[in-house]
């Protein structure tokens, strides 16, 4: 199992910017799969998660209406799209696998975490 996210950067406020996390070895619809983050001296807190049939999502307060969460099966890759970014969206993102139930947000029900990708929001 390896999960691999990318796609981040340094961009302004108010700028955007699209998270992939690539999975391999196993099959991505039988896996809820999630973004969770952590900034310097922070826990890692989740941001959000999708279904394995991509059906249901959940989003952190602090996200709603400016991530969307979403996943193609087909090419084993989910996606987080970040609008209207703040500086306090500033930190390193990682995906994982959900693998008990429970809450979306609680990162001790996820696992085979990938190496994570920085996001820095900064004028």
């Not at 922070?42 to 941001?47: I, L």
């Not at 209207?84 to 993102?93: C, G, M």
């Amino acid at each position: 199992v390896q999960l691999q996210a990318f796609g981040g950067g340094l961009v302004q406020p108010g700028g955007s910017l699209r998270l992939s996390c690539a999975t391999s070895g196993f099959t991505l619809d039988e896996y809820d799969l999630g973004w969770f983050r952590q900034a310097p001296g922070k826990g890692r807190e989740g941001v959000s998660c999708i279904s394995s049939n991509g059906g249901t999502t959940y989003y952190a307060d602090s996200v709603k209406g400016r991530f969307t969460i979403s996943k193609d099966n087909a090419k084993n890759i989910v996606y987080l799209q970040m609008n209207n970014l703040k500086p306090e969206d500033t930190a390193v993102y990682y995906c994982g696998l959900r693998y008990s139930s429970g809450s979306y947000s609680v990162k001790e029900n996820f696992g085979s975490w990938g190496q994570g990708t920085q996001v820095t929001v900064s004028s």
